[in-house]
């Protein structure tokens, strides 16, 4: 069973920048995609960012691209997420997931494993 626990939250102001990580455990690191999502208060849990198992592929949320970047580490099995230009609407708590199932790539259905999140708050 995968373990995954994120790291790197906080709070930061408008235009600044994070880098989220996620350490993965109990998995074959290597052989999955692995994605970010993110879940405003009240709102459902969204795509982010997308990677194959490789590193080649990458896809993003239209409200992040350019913006953000998903990187991976299959030697140290984890994940990142370098958040530049941040804005308000970024606060979010923030999950990475395994993508289990393939597939859709956006849809939190494929995914599996989420950590238990962190939290990313941009103040104005």
């Known amino acids: 069973q995968v373990q995954l626990v994120e790291s790197g939250g906080g709070l930061v102001q408008t235009g600044g920048s994070l880098r989220l990580s996620c350490a993965v455990s109990?998995?074959?690191?290597?052989?999955?995609?692995m994605g970010w999502f993110r879940q405003a208060p009240g709102k459902e849990r969204d795509f982010v960012a997308f990677?194959?198992?490789?590193?080649?592929?990458?896809y993003y949320a239209d409200s992040v691209k350019g913006r953000f970047t998903i990187s991976r580490d299959n030697a140290n099995t984890a994940v990142y997420l370098q958040m530049n230009s941040l804005k308000p609407e970024d606060t979010a708590v923030y999950y990475c997931?395994?993508?289990?199932?393939?597939?859709?790539?956006?849809?939190?259905?494929?995914?599996?494993?989420w950590g238990q999140g962190t939290q990313v708050t941009v103040s104005s």
């Open positions: 997931a395994e993508n289990t199932y393939g597939g859709t790539y956006y849809s939190r259905y494929a995914y599996n494993g």
């Open positions: 109990g998995r074959t690191f290597s052989t999955y995609g």
């Open positions: 990677i194959s198992w490789s590193g080649s592929t990458t």
